[in-house]
């Protein structure tokens, strides 16, 4: 059974960073899409960011060229650099991964991943 484990999650004032990490187990994960999603209260679950098996990427509008996505194929892992966060940035993240291997459709991936973390708080004080 896959399980997506988030964490890095906290509290940051507007212009600060933070680094998530998603840590897939159950399997290898080295040929699977990852991605990153956001929920704020009241607001519907959006797409932040999603990388390929061979780390093709692709981001949401509202985190272009502040968010950064990669991952270690050989730890199972997948990160986001949160760069000059906002206020706006503040929502529950989530990680989660795909059930197709290999496969570089990842706009169409990112519309219905197969696993998801629990999520992590991401907090931006302004």
């Known amino acids: 059974q896959v399980q997506m484990v988030e964490s890095g999650g906290g509290l940051v004032q507007a212009g600060g960073s933070l680094r998530l990490t998603c840590v897939a187990s159950g399997r290898p994960f080295r040929g699977n899409a990852m991605g990153w999603f956001r929920q704020a209260p009241g607001k519907d679950r959006e797409v932040v960011a999603g990388?390929?098996?061979?780390?093709?990427?692709l981001f949401g509008d509202s985190v272009k060229g502040r968010f950064t996505i990669s991952r270690d194929n050989a730890k199972n892992t997948a990160y986001l650099q949160m760069n000059n966060l906002r206020p706006e940035d503040t929502a529950v993240y989530y990680c989660?991964?795909?059930?197709?291997?290999?496969?570089?459709?990842?706009?169409?991936?990112?519309?219905?991943?197969?696993?998801w973390g629990q999520g992590t708080q991401v907090t931006v004080s302004s």
């Open positions: 989660a991964g795909d059930k197709a291997q290999y496969s570089n459709a990842l706009e169409q991936a990112l519309a219905d991943f197969d696993y």
């Open positions: 990388i390929t098996w061979n780390s093709m990427t």
